[in-house]
């Protein structure tokens, strides 16, 4: 089964300033997909950004991009110029494309989560 | 466009009771999946539709179930609540129901059982 790692519970940072948030996961799959997801206290889960496993390029969305090491199952992502709409919980999840029998899955598997504090 | 749209956004029920939440994906969106998220477990994954069909089911019991209609619009229905069941019930939809495919969340309907 696979299982994913979220070592920091909380975290804070100073506006304009960089944070990365650290995520690893467990699996003995080859072909997935890794997502980092943000949930503000208004609870509205929003995708922040998206890694297919079999891209060594790591993926960037402006302000945010990621550290993905396959070899080292670890999946961190870096907020830089922190701004105080980061505030938040982010959390990393995992999905394998297809269950067991071959059948396409849209399932997430998701880490506990960090609660990001930008500070003014 | 739209996005994912959840109702009711607050309920109260009390033990014993069942609840049915009801999910309506962004237009032109196929698979819904239904998510538990508490305090303790945080988000648990509770099953997928695709195309009026369960795709996928997360590890609850048979007192959760759900369906969708035709239209893609998807129904949770939790049978004989148990104080454990408070939670946020977030549903996801996407357009074809592939992991290559982003997952867009609704706002979430938060149960409290009583």
């Known amino acids: 089964a696979q299982t994913v790692t979220q070592s920091q519970p909380e975290m804070s940072v100073q506006e304009a300033e960089t944070v990365t948030l650290s995520c690893t996961y467990d699996t003995s799959e080859s072909n997935y997909y890794l997502f980092w997801y943000k949930q503000p206290p208004s609870r509205q889960m929003i995708l922040v950004i998206r890694q297919e496993a079999y891209k060594q390029q790591n993926a960037t969305e402006n302000r945010f991009s990621v550290n993905f090491q396959k070899a080292a199952k670890s999946f961190s992502l870096k907020i830089s110029d922190s701004q105080l709409g980061d505030t938040a919980m982010y959390f990393c999840a995992f999905m394998k494309p297809l269950d067991s029998y071959g059948g396409a899955t849209n399932k997430l598997i998701f880490g506990t989560g960090t609660l990001l504090a930008v500070q003014p | 466009k739209a996005g994912v749209t959840q109702t009711p956004r607050y309920l109260i029920k009390t033990r014993g009771q069942q609840v049915t939440l009801s999910c309506s994906p962004i237009?032109?969106?196929?698979?819904v999946s239904w998510y538990q998220q508490t305090p303790g477990q945080g988000l648990q994954f509770l099953f997928e539709?695709?195309?009026?069909?369960?795709?996928n089911k997360g590890n609850f019991p048979g007192r959760f179930s759900g369906r969708q209609f035709s239209n893609s619009r998807s129904e949770m229905n939790v049978s004989t609540l148990e104080l454990g069941d408070s939670a946020l019930y977030l549903c996801a939809s996407s357009l074809v129901g592939l992991a290559t495919y982003e997952q867009y969340f609704g706002p979430g309907t938060r149960l409290t059982v009583t």
């Open positions: 539709y695709f195309s009026e069909t369960q795709r």
């Open positions: 237009s032109g969106h196929r698979s």
